[in-house]
């Protein structure tokens, strides 16, 4: 089964701090992504990445960079965190051209 | 501009009782529908796709349809069973450029199994 496993399933930061999600995928994946899910919406677009070292902008970029430095690891930074950045992270991977996603468990992130 | 709505947003019914979520969508162009199952604290899981041309698909209790021409599709889970509580969320693939996909994701109907 493809695994796609977060670095984190909780954490706590402070206003101001540098934050790292990090998440790998054991299946080759090309494609991997970062999204954020509040209550009441959909799952919101971060950035995504179809290739080592590319990285494209998602729907709510702003505040947040990536990383791919390798295929298998896909990195979501939070430059400077504020209190509004206080969500649950999913990232996801799948084949380059197919839909299906498999997502890892979350990490539920909480800015203070 | 491409949306993906899903009613209701929350949902309480007895185990055993059968119930039905709807996802309406206005996407275009289409390329497939996904339903999946998101358990409190866990990651999306994929329940079923359809394609265009195809109207129902099943997965066991559940058993999504889809209408292409009025653009609606509704996910029914048969006898339910406490662990069918979960949030249920329907998206809808979008072609990309260079034979890749964009989801457009609705938020979810939240549903409650009562013993």
């Known amino acids: 089964d493809v695994k796609v496993t977060q670095s984190s399933r909780y954490l706590v930061k402070r206003t101001g701090e540098k934050v790292f999600l990090e998440c790998v995928q054991d299946?080759?994946?090309?494609?991997m992504f970062w999204y954020r899910q509040d209550p009441g919406l959909g799952l919101r677009l971060i950035y995504f990445?179809?290739?080592?070292?590319?990285?494209e902008k998602g729907d709510i970029p702003e505040g947040y960079s990536v990383s791919r430095e390798k295929k298998e690891r896909f990195s979501l930074i939070l430059e400077s965190a504020s209190t509004n950045q206080t969500s649950m992270y999913l990232c996801?991977?799948?084949?380059f051209g197919q839909g299906g996603y498999t997502f890892g468990s979350g990490t539920r992130l909480t800015v203070v | 501009k491409n949306q993906v709505e899903q009613s209701p947003q929350s949902l309480i019914i007895l185990e055993g009782k059968n119930c039905t979520l709807q996802?309406?969508?206005?996407?275009?162009?289409?390329?497939?529908l996904r339903w999946y199952k998101q358990d409190t604290g866990r990651g999306p899981v994929s329940l079923t796709i359809?394609?265009?041309s195809e109207n129902t698909k099943s997965n066991g209790r559940y058993t999504a349809t889809l209408d292409a021409d009025t653009k609606q599709s509704s996910l029914h889970i048969t006898a339910s069973q406490l662990s069918d509580s979960a949030s249920y969320i329907c998206?809808?693939?979008?072609?990309?450029?260079?034979?890749?996909?964009?989801?457009?994701w609705g938020a979810g109907t939240k549903l409650i199994i009562k013993p």
């Open positions: 998206v809808v693939s979008v072609p990309w450029e260079d034979s890749n996909y964009q989801l457009i």
């Open positions: 359809m394609t265009f």
């Open positions: 990445s179809y290739d080592v070292k590319m990285k």
């Open positions: 996801a991977s799948s084949f």
């Open positions: 299946m080759d994946h090309e494609n």
């Open positions: 996802c309406n969508y206005t996407v275009s162009p289409f390329s497939n």
